[in-house]
């Protein structure tokens, strides 16, 4: 694979150029000592890191050509000096085609890597159904850098007997060993959501699985390693959505028919997965109203901890409702995305993973005064359990 000019902004592309007419003219003007020729250099080197083979190419013979001209018109054709000239100014093509070459090797071979990394993040993080039990679903997963497709943030959705179940998660720490927690995980979540009766029973049954393979994941996940975590359940036939915390940040509504925007910040947080020695016990579930035609909104700490240049957090609040109303989770999804990639205007410090889940049915946006997307208190709160 070949460097793509297109890939950078139009001025990297014209820039070789200019430094071609920069170098001939600066000759032109002094045809004694040629002093130009550092610029013409460049202007392949500069084209064989960046652009394609046959800008590179264009590029060297350009350089040639402008050499014979000035070396025609100077009369040192046939001198030693102009044979001189002439292989320098061929060498630094041939340099430039060069570089090009190994560029292109490099690419080809990132390439494979990234398929590699893209299939199996793949297997350890599948799409999510589009459809299931009435609620319409979106996920995506950003990398912090490109060449790193896969990390510790992780989640999954799950249709049991309880009604649907919803995972998002984060590992801390990053490489392998995050990827093989994230793998325990999720597979611990798709058999045990089927078999809990309730989230706290799911989240001791994550504690347990996490605690039982943890001398598979590594010395730094078993001794300081955890997981924050938070578990939605959509019951069957109920608007409303029950969610227990365990130290992760809190999901968003987004209110249909306008641009309302809000989080669902827990009562207590709870402590994250992986913690359970400690002994404290599991927070309260909560159960808030979840009408028809809402989306809540599910992310890791790579959206609410991203940066702009002068060091502030993003806020989905803030930076969302302006941007609604949404038709579906996966427009709220796209315009997160970019939303968070204007606001730190580059590469960010962590990956984000981000799921949505729109309620749909008959009587979307009406009913109850609660389809603006007005956060209602928690309505059930059960009696507080150990670990």
Sequence with gaps: ??????????????????????????????????????????????????????????????????????????????????????????????????????????????????????????????????????????????????????GGDAYALQATPYGVRVL??????????????????????????????????????LERTLARESVTLGEELRLEGFITALLVEFPPGEAVARTLDCGHPGPYLLGHGGPTVSRW???????????????????????????PGCTLLLVTDGVTEARDAAGEFYDPVHGLAPLGPFTGPREALDALVADVARWTGGPRDDDMALLAVTRRGAGTGAGTGTGTGAVPGPTQRPTRRPV
């Design 265 to 291: 910040d827990a009562a207590d947080p709870g402590l994250p997965l992986g913690m359970g020695v400690l002994g404290v016990a599991r927070p309260e579930v909560e159960t808030r109203t979840f009408p």
């Design 168 to 205: 998002i998660a984060d590992v801390r720490g990053k490489g392998l060993h995050a990827v093989g927690a994230v793998s325990v995980l999720l597979g611990a979540f798709r058999e045990d959501a089927h078999r809990e009766p309730d989230l706290p029973a799911l989240a001791d049954a």
């Design 1 to 150: 694979m070949a460097p793509m000019s297109a890939q950078w902004p139009p001025y990297v592309r014209v820039a070789p150029w200019l430094l071609i007419v920069g170098g001939l003219v600066w000759n032109s003007l002094d045809p004694t000592d040629y002093w130009g020729d550092p610029l013409l250099a460049a202007a392949a080197v500069l084209s064989g890191a960046l652009l394609t083979l046959r800008d590179t190419v264009a590029v060297g013979v350009a350089n040639v050509a402008g050499i014979l001209v000035l070396s025609l018109r100077d009369g040192s054709v046939g001198t030693q000096d102009g044979y001189l000239e002439l292989v320098n100014t061929a060498f630094a093509a041939l340099l430039g085609i060069g570089v090009n070459r190994v560029v292109a090797r490099h690419g080809r071979r990132l390439a494979r890597v990234r398929s590699v990394a893209e299939a199996a993040q793949r297997a350890v993080l599948p799409e999510p159904p589009g459809r299931v039990a009435g609620l319409e679903v979106a996920a995506c997963y950003r990398a912090a850098q490109d060449e790193a497709l896969i």
